[in-house]
């Protein structure tokens, strides 16, 4: 049989040492990095200003009225040439346009953009105007090389470029440091920043292009790097090595002798249960810190610990006789769990000799008993009452105010011909005469008259029913809301009246649906429990009450229920001489689980 690998130890010095020489690196880092930030935000600055002189410089050279020429006539030809041709910037055909352009004049001024870029040391120095419909640059000065430099009207691509772009040559222009830089192999390090050109009425022309040579400055820059991080990563080294002997004579050593010393007594607790031990006692560190607090506390813990074993030993005595107090309890929970779930109807089809009307109701209690109930009875042939409540609170006390509420709620709908206003007020008088828990319940009561469907109802402070019209969707009825039953002496409860047509289903429920939370702390809420309502709309009322309990119990996954979770389904047919529920006449009586 393998045995598992006990995992490799680490020296707390060496773990000191390493975060200690990381955490270092990592700030020196950091800290060059922003030096560099900011030296090269100086930096471009200055080669900003450079280039925006040594642009100027060159356009005083060529002077203001040839510029305005040049810009001009590049111009004219450049929109003068059918696209066709123009696109090929290089082809012989498209240069026949350009070369007139190539005066004497033209070859001064391009003497003076050459001469500025080789004493000052430029990649280049070009003027430029824009052409945006197709996302070009097109050159109307070239100071470059002779066999680099573009003649007046050729262009250059940025539309389809993927850094140098017309809306970042607008960004560098109009930034007092942001330069475009890129690598070449030949040239190195380039940025290129672009100058405004200005007619002599300052009207824009378009843009001085100067690419600047700053590999110096990487240079210089590496340079500093190869001494700069050997010399940290030493000078981290000994800080870090220093730190780490510090830690080893203050903490480390004293720690391991506290463990040596927890071994030990471990050792001795095994084979001694007097606990009548000093190994810590004898370990006598004076560090004069919190290591020797540590140590106080750890000699007290020696004599602390016998004291608790011998309490634990009476506790565990008391524990064993309340378990079997516990199991006693269980035992009783279990048996007022059946005799609620006897107290509630649960054998369906309700009414099998009846053919108006369908019911299927549950209830789940969130625990072993619950202070929801519901109920429905016949008051005579042609009149059946429904009712469904919920008690505030849970438990053994919330089931008794439910089984006193339903016997009363449903002694008073016999005794009052179905006057469910009369009903409640009745059911509140009582109720509050006996109530000192100060419990309260809300109340959905509603009286059918089977033959015309007509519905007379009072809402005491319960969830809105849901009602679906036949070939229709299930929808939230908001009916007439009033105060929760026992919730005050006074109380009037106001009735309502809807009817139900033939093929129509009616949906009550109490909070536990809405209610129910999932892993998330998401609430289930009206809006799902109705969207659930709406998958089997047309189905029996047990096929829509299991519909939607598979819903929620899918959402709320392995969280336990929030609260009792009860439903009642209802479908009308109607008469038996206008009744479109098909028959059943061998349909079996079931028994809800």
């Given at each position: 049989?393998s045995?598992?690998r006990?995992?490799?130890k680490?020296?707390l ?6 975060n200690?020489f990381f955490?270092?690196?990592m700030?020196i880092?950091?800290m060059?990095c922003l ?10 600055q200055?080669?900003?200003?450079e ?11 060529i002077?203001?009225?040839y510029?305005d020429e040049?810009?001009q006539?590049t111009e004219d ?6 696209e ?10 498209y240069?026949?346009?350009?070369i007139?352009?190539v005066d ?22 070009a003027l430029?105007f824009?052409?945006?419909?197709n ?5 109307v ?8 430099a573009?003649?007046p009207?050729?262009?250059l691509?940025v ?11 607008k960004?560098i ?5 942001r ?10 390090w380039?940025a290129?920043n ?7 009425e300052?009207?824009w022309?378009?843009?001085?292009v100067?690419?600047?040579?700053i590999?110096?400055?990487f240079?210089k ?5 190869r ?6 990563l030493?000078i981290?080294?000994y800080g870090?090595?220093?730190l780490s002997?510090?830690?080893r ?6 720690i391991?002798?506290?463990a040596?010393?927890a071994k030990?007594y471990?050792?001795q607790d095994?084979?001694n249960?007097s606990?009548?031990t ?5 370990l006598?560190l004076?560090?004069n810190?919190e ?8 000699v007290?813990?020696?004599s602390d ?13 008391e ?10 309890l ?6 007022a769990?059946?005799?609620q779930?006897?107290i509630?109807?649960r054998?369906?089809?309700a009414f099998p ?5 369908d019911i ?12 929801d109930?519901?109920d429905?009875?016949?008051i ?5 009452a429904?009712v ?13 105010f ?8 449903q002694n008073?709908?016999l005794?009052?011909?179905g006057d469910v206003?009369?009903?409640l ?9 006996s109530?000192e ?8 009561l509603?009286?059918l008259t089977?033959?015309?469907g007509?519905?007379d109802y ?7 029913p ?11 009825y908001k009916?007439?809301?009033?105060m929760?039953?026992a919730a005050?002496s006074?109380?009037?409860f106001r009735?309502?009246e809807?009817?139900?047509d033939p093929g ?7 909070d536990?649906v809405t ?6 702390s ?5 809006d799902?429990?109705?969207d659930?309502?709406n998958v089997?709309p047309d189905?029996?009322?047990?096929e829509?009450?299991d519909s939607v309990?598979s ?8 969280e336990?229920?929030f609260?009792d ?7 009308y047919?109607?008469p038996?001489?206008?009744?479109i529920?098909?028959?059943e ?9």
């Amino acid at each position: 049989m393998s045995t598992a690998r006990p995992e490799k130890k680490q020296s707390l010095e060496k773990v000191a040492f390493w975060n200690v020489f990381f955490a270092a690196a990592m700030l020196i880092f950091l800290m060059s990095c922003l030096e560099f930030i900011i030296y090269a935000y100086s930096l471009m600055q200055n080669y900003k200003r450079e280039s925006n002189e040594d642009v100027g410089y060159a356009i005083r050279l060529i002077g203001a009225e040839y510029l305005d020429e040049i810009y001009q006539k590049t111009e004219d030809v450049y929109y003068s040439v059918p696209e066709e041709i123009r696109s090929q910037r290089f082809s012989d055909e498209y240069k026949q346009y350009l070369i007139p352009l190539v005066d004497q004049t033209f070859l001064n001024a391009r003497f003076i953009m050459t001469s500025c870029r080789e004493e000052n040391n430029l990649g280049n120095v070009a003027l430029v105007f824009v052409d945006e419909q197709n996302g070009r640059t097109v050159y109307v000065i070239d100071g470059d090389t002779n066999e680099n430099a573009y003649l007046p009207g050729q262009w250059l691509s940025v539309k389809d470029a993927e850094t140098e772009t017309l809306e970042s040559m607008k960004k560098i222009h109009d930034s007092n440091w942001r330069m475009f830089i890129t690598y070449g192999s030949v040239s190195g390090w380039t940025a290129t920043n672009y100058v405004d050109i200005l007619d002599e009425e300052g009207n824009w022309l378009g843009y001085g292009v100067v690419d600047i040579n700053i590999n110096d400055f990487f240079d210089k820059m590496f340079q500093f790097l190869r001494v700069f991080i050997p010399t940290v990563l030493l000078i981290v080294i000994y800080g870090a090595y220093r730190l780490s002997s510090l830690l080893r004579r203050r903490l480390i050593t004293p720690i391991n002798m506290l463990a040596g010393a927890a071994k030990e007594y471990t050792a001795q607790d095994k084979v001694n249960n007097s606990s009548a031990t000093t190994v810590f006692n004898n370990l006598h560190l004076n560090t004069n810190d919190e290591i020797q607090d540590l140590w106080g506390t750890m000699v007290n813990m020696e004599s602390d610990i016998h004291m608790t074993m011998d309490r634990i030993r009476v506790v565990t005595a008391e524990q064993e006789k309340l378990k079997g107090e516990q199991e006693r309890l269980n035992n009783e929970l279990a048996i007022a769990t059946r005799i609620q779930e006897g107290i509630l109807p649960r054998t369906f089809p309700a009414f099998p000799e009846r053919n108006e009307f369908d019911i299927y109701a549950s209830m789940t209690p969130a625990l072993e008993v619950g202070g929801d109930f519901y109920d429905y009875f016949l008051i005579d042939d042609d009149h059946l009452a429904l009712v469904i409540a919920d008690v505030s609170g849970k438990g053994i006390s919330a089931a008794l105010f439910m089984v006193i509420a339903k016997t009363l709620i449903q002694n008073e709908t016999l005794i009052r011909d179905g006057d469910v206003s009369a009903v409640l007020t009745s059911v509140n008088k009582r109720l509050i005469e006996s109530n000192e828990a100060d419990m309260f319940v809300t109340v959905w009561l509603a009286v059918l008259t089977i033959s015309t469907g007509h519905v007379d109802y009072v809402n005491a402070g319960h969830e809105y029913p849901a009602i679906r019209h036949k070939d229709g969707k299930f929808e939230i009825y908001k009916d007439i809301h009033g105060m929760p039953v026992a919730a005050m002496s006074k109380t009037k409860f106001r009735h309502g009246e809807f009817t139900l047509d033939p093929g129509d289903t009616l949906f009550v429920y109490t909070d536990g649906v809405t209610d129910a939370i999932n892993p998330e702390s998401e609430s289930f809420g009206i809006d799902r429990a109705i969207d659930a309502l709406n998958v089997k709309p047309d189905g029996t009322p047990k096929e829509i009450n299991d519909s939607v309990r598979s819903i929620i119990d899918e959402f709320r996954r392995d969280e336990p229920p929030f609260d009792d979770t009860t439903m009642v389904v209802f479908k009308y047919y109607g008469p038996q001489d206008d009744n479109i529920r098909e028959s059943e006449e061998n349909a079996a009586p079931e028994t809800m689980d």
